[in-house]
Structures are given as structure tokens and as C-alpha cells.
């Protein structure tokens, strides 16, 4: 499986920005679709997550901010990301899982900054 990320950039504080991360290749059944970051000099951290079955769920940081929603038609997974902060400058990275295994995207930067 591989993943595609794309969408990051920069914007200005309280700009938004749409990430996307499509899943490509031997795919058999993708059931876990999230978002992580990583800050510089920082531990990655989870950030979002939705399964097949429809249940979403959000770190505090982000929560009332941003929104994962999937496509499943084109094994997509999005992150819709308003009110931005300079803390939320990070590398964003797509994770899947599919039949028991995970798999991650290359990662998209994100720059919050004036």
C-alpha cells in the first residue's frame, strides 16, 4: 500500500488548509485512516482518526478545529484544518491501516506564521 499526501503549505494564523492522503496499490480492506504531526524537535503525535465504521475522534489540541472525513470510493482520507495556530507548524502525516497492517504517508509541512 502506498500513501500520497498532499496539501500543506502556509498560511496565515486563523487560515485554514485541506490535507489529503490517498491510498494506493494491494489494498484489501482499509479499516483505520488518521493523522499524525510532528513538530520540530518534537515526538510525532496523534492528531485524528476516523475508522470504517464511522466513529472520529480528535486530540484536545485540535478538537473544534479540524475535521478527518474519508472517501472510501477513492481510499482518501482528508483533514480539514480551520482556525490555524502557530503551534499546529508541523510535518503532517497520513497513517492507514489495512488487513492488520499500518502504513504511512511521506508527510506534507504545514507552516502556521504572520
Known amino acids: 500500500v502506498q500513501l500520497q499526501a498532499s496539501g500543506g503549505g502556509l498560511v496565515q494564523p486563523g487560515g485554514s488548509l485541506r490535507l489529503s492522503c490517498a491510498a494506493s496499490g494491494s489494498i484489501f480492506s482499509i479499516n483505520y485512516m488518521g493523522w499524525h504531526r510532528q513538530a520540530p524537535g518534537e515526538q510525532r503525535e496523534w492528531v485524528a482518526s476516523?475508522?470504517?465504521?464511522?466513529?472520529?475522534i480528535y486530540a484536545d489540541s485540535v478538537k473544534g478545529r479540524f475535521t478527518i472525513s474519508r472517501d472510501n470510493g477513492k481510499n482518501t482520507v482528508y483533514l480539514q484544518m480551520n482556525s490555524l495556530k502557530p503551534e499546529d507548524t508541523a510535518v503532517y502525516y497520513c497513517k492507514v491501516g489495512d488487513g492488520g497492517r499500518y502504513y504511512w504517508g511521506q508527510g506534507t509541512q504545514v507552516t502556521v506564521s504572520s
Open positions: 476516523t475508522t470504517s465504521g464511522g466513529v472520529t
